[in-house]
């Protein structure tokens, strides 16, 4: 159950689609629904390319099946954060991307991705930021015994879950749930957030 959603939230109305390249390190259910979204037309946006980290995860099948490109940068490939993200960054650049989502991206990035995208990039965390920061926030809210928890859409800065919040979708935790309930109900509500989540932060950005 899904305390609030935004439903209230329409995609923007531009004259042009906006080319948005997605990050994913596992199964990619989260890029599943963005890229529904957009099927459907309920984001106006166009997904050039998928960059995964991590050989044979779900999420460049995901993409495959959708005819839209994955891009395999695996990071122990590389010497350094730094020059994953810069290969990230060239991969990106090269076909034309012009806003950056993290769904389920689990690398910290560095000031080669930041910079180069800085204020276009999104990412989803799952907890009410600013609560429950970092790994493992599922846990660290069922640790603490709160009875709301949920997720949240946020602009990627240096601070690790610390941008501007874009969105939020909160959640029950309910008697006797454990992480992996929890998680999944967590989960149910970031599909239907971020592809809103998305529209809005372009709104935002096309009325600066």
């Not at 890229?35 to 166009?46: D, M, N």
């Not at 930021?129 to 949920?150: D, M, T, Y």
């Not at 935790?173 to 992996?180: F, K, Y």
């Amino acid at each position: 159950m899904i305390l609030y959603s935004p439903s209230d939230i329409e995609p923007p109305i531009a004259d042009r689609r906006v080319r948005v390249g997605v990050l994913a390190s596992g199964s990619g259910s989260n890029f599943e629904a963005i890229a529904e979204a957009v099927a459907i037309g309920r984001l106006p946006v166009e997904i050039p390319v998928l960059v995964c980290n991590n050989p044979g995860a779900f999420a460049l099948e995901r993409a495959a099946s959708r005819n839209i490109e994955g891009v395999l940068l695996d990071h122990r490939a590389f010497g350094s954060r730094r020059a994953h993200d810069e290969a990230v960054v060239r991969a990106l650049r090269e076909r034309d991307v012009e806003w950056v989502v993290m769904a389920g991206w689990m690398r910290i990035a560095t000031d080669a991705l930041l910079d180069a995208y800085a204020g276009r990039i999104l990412n989803i965390h799952p907890s009410l930021l600013p609560a429950f920061r970092g790994l493992h926030a599922v846990e660290q809210a069922l640790e603490a015994g709160v009875k709301i928890s949920g997720c949240t859409v946020h602009i990627v800065t240096a601070s690790l879950d610390d941008g501007p919040i874009i969105a939020q979708a909160a959640v029950p935790v309910l008697e006797g749930d454990d992480a992996a309930t929890l998680h999944a109900r967590i989960h149910e509500a970031e599909h239907v957030l971020y592809p809103r989540a998305i529209g809005l932060a372009l709104m935002r950005k096309t009325r600066d």
